[in-house]
Nanobody, 128 residues
Framework: QVQVVESGGGLVQAGGSLRVSCAVS????????MGWFRQAPGKEREFVSS????????TYADSVKGRFTISRDAAKNTGYLQMSSLKPEDTAVYYC?????????????????????WGQGTQVTVSS
């Protein structure tokens, strides 16, 4: 398994933007699909977005499609979630996750159970 560490959360006003990062270490970065999940108080953890190991394929939850963009930088072993047009309902702890893939590193998993390595989470708060 790899180690996953999130950073970049914080407080932002509604309509604003924020980027959270996910540093991965311990194995070859491109072999791992990455995903973002979030959990709001009193709610279950939900899928936000994922990106294949190759970086060519992405998928999003309907609630964030068109507002959030997932990406990855192989040179930095880091993934990103750029969040724009933020809403108060986006307030949650955001978790990054990773899972090793088989060639050709193209799938985009969406379930929590698909991922094997998790970060500790970073708080994102959107004020109205």
């Amino acid at each position: 398994q790899v180690q996953v560490v999130e950073s970049g959360g914080g407080l932002v006003q509604a309509g604003g933007s924020l980027r959270v990062s996910c540093a991965v270490s311990g194995d070859t970065f491109s072999r791992y699909a990455m995903g973002w999940f979030r959990q709001a108080p009193g709610k279950e953890r939900e899928f936000v977005s994922s990106i294949s190991g190759s970086g060519r394929y992405t998928t999003y939850a309907d609630s964030v499609k068109g507002r959030f963009t997932i990406s990855r930088d192989a040179a930095k072993n880091t993934g990103y979630l750029q969040m724009s047009s933020l809403k108060p309902e986006d307030t949650a702890v955001y978790y990054c996750a990773a899972v090793r893939q088989l060639l050709p590193f193209e799938s985009t998993p969406r379930r929590s159970s698909d991922f094997s390595s998790w970060g500790q989470g970073t708080q994102v708060t959107v004020s109205s």
